[in-house]
């Protein structure tokens, strides 16, 4: 089985962030980052998939050198190679053609990535990748299973849960519990510095989203604590100052 890994490098989730160029662009300048968690599922899962049945798992960035060391550990953490097209994508259209070009040179039976990046949140470019490569796509994939050619797949829906069959080749935006959270060990942290890590130049691709401009989340409010026994007054500061109801 031929499986490609995409992955994204984010903001450690404690990173405290800024903005640069008049709040056009993030501010990595001292930003923890990491291996985006939905994308660190995926990455698991294929890996488990790989050792249940021979095969390989490439992992895809698309983005600068300052992800390197994101893409090292997912090598740590069983995935064969790396491919990094070098280019800071403009939007998830532009991410999405990155990947489609990588997976139309190989025969990928199984494109997996998380939901949603949590930088951007997005959650479209799995979307975006299936329908350039003319293929089916689902998501949140919550369990996988391969028999043969087919995918057994469970993915949540509004009030529940899915479970669908599916042939593969796919293309499936992860989240958990679809594998357990693996740490890298100390052979694969030895053994990745002797795994290729393929740079690419981009294609040319149409910037469809231009940012306008980011901006913060307002600062948090004082908190009010209510005694158990004030309902009456609890009711009132929620409607009148949270004006939550």
């Known amino acids: 089985m031929n499986i490609l890994v995409c992955i994204t490098s984010v903001p450690d989730t404690t990173a405290k962030i800024t903005f640069t160029d008049n709040d056009t662009k993030l501010n990595k300048a001292g930003v923890q980052l990491i291996i985006g968690p939905y994308d660190d599922y995926a990455l698991s899962r294929a890996v488990e998939l790989k050792e249940q049945a021979a095969g390989k798992v490439t992992v895809l960035h698309v983005g600068g050198a ?50 949603e990046s949590i930088d951007y949140n997005s959650g479209i470019v799995h979307g975006l990748v299936a329908e350039m490569l003319d293929l089916p796509s689902y998501s949140p994939v919550m369990k996988l299973d391969i ?39 100390m052979k694969g942290i030895m053994t990745a510095r002797t795994k290729p890590l ?14 306008g401009k980011y901006t913060l989340p307002a600062p948090k409010g004082a908190c009010k604590m209510i005694p158990a026994d004030a309902a009456e007054t609890l009711i009132r ?7 939550v109801i």
């Open 66 to 115: 300052d992800a390197d060391p994101q893409i090292r550990k997912a090598l740590a953490l069983g995935a064969d190679e790396a491919i990094r097209v070098d280019v800071e994508p403009a939007d998830s259209y532009d991410t999405a053609v990155q990947i489609a070009h990588i997976a139309r040179q190989n025969s990928y039976d199984l494109i997996l990535m998380g939901r």
């Open 147 to 185: 028999n043969g050619s087919t995918a057994t797949i469970t993915r949540e829906i509004d009030g529940g849960k899915e479970v669908l069959e599916a042939s593969l080749p796919l293309v499936l935006g992860c989240q958990e519990p679809i594998a357990e959270w693996k740490s890298p060990s």
């Open 198 to 211: 393929q740079v690419v130049p981009p294609v040319e691709t149409e910037q469809l989203s231009v940012t």
């Open 237 to 243: 500061l929620l409607q009148t100052e949270a004006k």
